[in-house]
């Protein structure tokens, strides 16, 4: 069989999404042919090249004035004046356009550096509002080391002329996301497909790629010049390309559904069309809208390894059997949409389950249809998290799928994603990303997991020191115990770089309430630990829970405010409190549990449903007073935005709100104290037979200068007096003890320690200054 992955755009510009990676490598063990196409990227070109730009002004130029015009006359004189600066400089913007995105592109082989300077200082260069804002925001004169930010601000300068001008639902991340989000019913998002920017600039790449009689030969399968020719090896009958188009967000749901259609418009019966990925999983678990046929044949839920398995089964015999219904079975986790039926998927199938299971811990992700070098690294805000987020072309990966502790009350902890705990074969991984970063010049991985485990996150670390640490990587963790000083400092060593995760409520009743599986003190430590081995961190926040009143919020507002303070975060960011149907808090409150929770079941308009109509995206529940708590969000976002940039850190919370709220209860010096218990603690570690297997040493060389022994661990000279030993030497042992070190070496090294009492004391004084227990 022949497969085609799809990733649907907008999704981040810096690197490609990771489920194509993992569908491309799982049909290939499967011995089908893959080739996976990233159309995120590649309507990123279409729109923001000089071509494009032409294409977009010449559309949208007479639209742009009369808008201006229309704001002159209302008063709106700086959006006129907005409109007509585009328009004055459309030309500087289609011979720049190039050159801004070759500054982005790190890799890529057309050098933008020196055109970096020109576009800092000529006054005959593009100018949006946006790259203005920056330039007078500065304090200080620009430096070429703006020029980043200025291209990265040119490139949303454009999305907001596209959006005003060209088409309101355009986004340069994700597209549509808030009518996908919003709509109930998918008649409704039915009608945007055909909107400005899918049908001016979307369509072309569709056709370049694939149009017309021209599909065979544009996929080039092998050696097979045709995807509908060649079979698996017991098939000796014509089948379909299978095209699989992942849909991850909101946003990229209504480019997905135009891809669809294209492949079902053009090729009919000639393509298996079947849509999957995370918006998939958790908004469309429902969906059975007969209307769908007309766009997809299947949809596939999870992680889809023991579907497609089954799937190949069952397009056999629909080839077999053409007009047959009879033959229509279930499918594991795959809803069909056949014959104007619609089938149901089976949730439970105990051999594809094993399956799955298996084949998650040993696939891993296939980039080699990717070009790094093209992907943007834009740059919107000078946060170093921020940054590590969008400025570097990451490799992504999981070490496991799901979450190893599953239980938190307002996740989706009903669903696959994140119940289905399966770590993979963690030396295989490293292998194979070591091998990708090594082909693609790449040396960035991003963990893509729902948490890290930290064991399995610690033998990742051991390898890469093993390797000399070619690889910086960092993902998403929870701020637990495990996280000790020893151990941050290990994963440092190892090649972490930053760390985020839900902090979600700063208030230990608020965590037991949504039953998080950790305290303040813990996190509080985790933090503490990062910081202190150079890992950046970022904490996600969550208001207006269900149980939540204006003093819970200012208490948890105020509690972040001290982790700012104490320098225990670089960054943040708050959300608001979505119930879902699919988490343990709605299953808690079907089973009569939660009492002061009541959630409005979405129901259609008379007005909004049409005959067919069926409710389409169920996840998302609201609830009876959520509204109340969305005027806290202005004064959260605001004050963290400052707080992540250093300032108004002393600032009392209450003034960040234009409305009265209550003082916080919480203690001033109440993160400090936990800071005070966390380094109290790693004062007690004691080093014995019983854990000498699990020390390392992370410091520099001895450097000998008559009885006193100095060195540096995490850019501190340390020293100590009278550590001469008489039947060995010290910095042998420790040299034995570094990650690095070959196993006979290690196990010398602790053999040696074991035999002398002496040398045992003498690495536990070391222990903080170099020494780590993980």
């Not at 209307?291 to 069952?314: M, N, T, V």
Request: negative net charge.
């Amino acid at each position: 069989m022949n497969t085609l992955v799809i990733t649907s755009p907008l999704v981040q510009l810096n690197s490609p999404y990771p489920s194509g990676a993992y569908l491309t490598s799982f049909f290939k063990v499967l011995g089908f042919n893959s080739q996976w196409q990233d159309l995120s990227i590649k309507l990123f070109y279409e729109i923001f090249s000089s071509k494009g730009l032409k294409k977009l002004f010449a559309i949208t130029e007479k639209k742009a004035l009369q808008l201006a015009e229309k704001a002159q006359f209302s008063g709106d004189e700086i959006t006129a004046e907005n409109l007509r600066n585009y328009i004055f400089q459309k030309d500087l913007w289609i011979n720049w356009i190039d050159w801004i995105v070759s500054i982005l592109c790190d890799g890529s082989k057309k050098s933008g550096r020196e055109k970096a300077h020109q576009f800092l200082f000529s006054p005959y260069v593009p100018r949006g509002n946006r790259m203005r804002n920056y330039l007078n925001n500065l304090n200080r004169s620009p430096e070429v080391d703006d020029v980043r930010f200025l291209c990265s601000f040119a490139l949303a300068d454009l999305a907001d002329y596209i959006t005003f001008v060209f088409d309101r639902n355009f986004s340069l991340i994700r597209y549509a996301e808030a009518l996908t989000v919003d709509e109930r019913s998918f008649s409704q998002i039915e009608k945007e497909l055909d909107s400005p920017v899918l049908n001016e600039f979307l369509k072309p790449v569709l056709d370049n790629l694939y149009g017309g009689e021209s599909l065979p030969g544009k996929l080039a399968f092998g050696e097979r010049p045709t995807p509908f020719s060649g079979t698996h090896s017991r098939n000796a009958f014509e089948e379909p390309l299978l095209v699989c188009i992942s849909i991850p967000f909101a946003g990229t749901f209504v480019p997905g559904m135009y891809i669809a259609r294209y492949f079902k418009q053009h090729f009919g019966k000639k393509v298996f069309v079947v849509i999957g990925g995370g918006f998939v999983n958790t908004e469309l678990r429902n969906a059975r809208d007969k209307s769908l046929s007309k766009y997809l044949d299947a949809i596939s839920y999870d992680r889809g390894y023991g579907s497609y398995k089954e799937l190949e089964d069952f397009l056999v015999s629909q080839n077999k059997n053409e007009n047959s219904k009879n033959d229509v079975s279930s499918i594991y986790k795959m809803r069909l949409f056949i014959n104007d039926a619609v089938i149901e998927p089976q949730w439970e199938n105990k051999t594809a389950e094993e399956f799955e299971n298996k084949i998650t811990s040993e696939i891993m992700p296939d980039y080699s249809d990717i070009d790094f070098s093209i992907y943007p690294r834009v740059c919107d805000d000078s946060n170093p998290m921020h940054r590590l987020w969008t400025d570097g072309g990451w490799i992504k990966a999981y070490l496991a799928h799901g979450c190893y502790w599953h239980k938190c009350a307002f996740c989706d902890t009903q669903l696959d994603y994140v119940c289905a705990y399966h770590p993979v074969q963690a030396e295989k991984l490293y292998n194979t990303l070591l091998k990708t970063a090594e082909e693609k010049g790449v040396y960035g991985i991003h963990f893509v997991d729902e948490a890290l485990p930290p064991k399995t996150l610690c033998d990742f670390a051991l390898m890469n020191s093993k390797n000399k640490n070619p690889l910086y990587y960092w993902g998403n963790i929870r701020f637990e115990k495990s996280f000790t000083k020893d151990v941050a400092a290990f994963l440092s060593y190892g090649g972490l770089g930053g760390v985020s995760a839900g902090l979600e409520v700063a208030d230990s009743n608020g965590l037991q309430i949504i039953n998080k599986g950790t305290d303040i003190d813990s996190i509080v430590s985790a933090c503490a630990a990062f910081k202190e081995a150079g890992i950046l961190v970022h904490a996600y926040m969550i208001y207006g829970f269900w149980y939540d009143t204006p003093q819970t919020i200012i208490d948890s507002m105020e509690t972040l405010r001290q982790f700012f303070a104490a320098g225990l975060l670089d960054s943040a960011f708050w959300h608001k409190f979505m119930l879902t149907r699919n988490s343990t808090v709605y299953k808690n409150w079907q089973d009569g549990k939660i009492e002061d929770l009541q959630p409005i079941e979405p129901e259609f308009q008379a007005s909004e449903k049409s005959e067919n109509d069926e409710i389409f995206a169920q996840n998302n529940i609201h609830f009876a007073g959520e509204e109340k708590y969305e005027k806290f969000g202005n004064g959260l976002d605001a004050a963290v935005n400052s707080w992540m940039h250093g300032e108004k850190l002393e600032m009392k919370v209450q003034r960040w709100f234009d409305f009265p709220v209550p003082n916080p209860t919480v203690p001033k010096n109440y993160v400090e104290k936990c800071i005070e218990k966390y380094e109290e603690k790693n004062k007690s570690v004691i080093i014995n037979e019983k854990n000498i297997d699990k020390v390392y040493w992370l410091g520099g060389k001895l450097i000998q200068t008559g009885d006193e022994i100095k060195w540096n661990y995490l850019q501190e000279e340390n020293s100590r007096h009278n550590l001469q030993l008489e039947n060995c030497s010290l910095e042998s042992v420790l040299e034995g003890l570094k990650p690095e070190s070959s196993r006979a070496e290690r196990e010398n090294a602790v053999m040696t320690i074991k035999k002398d009492k002496r040398l045992m004391k003498v690495i536990e004084l070391l222990h903080g200054n170099g020494v780590v227990v993980v």
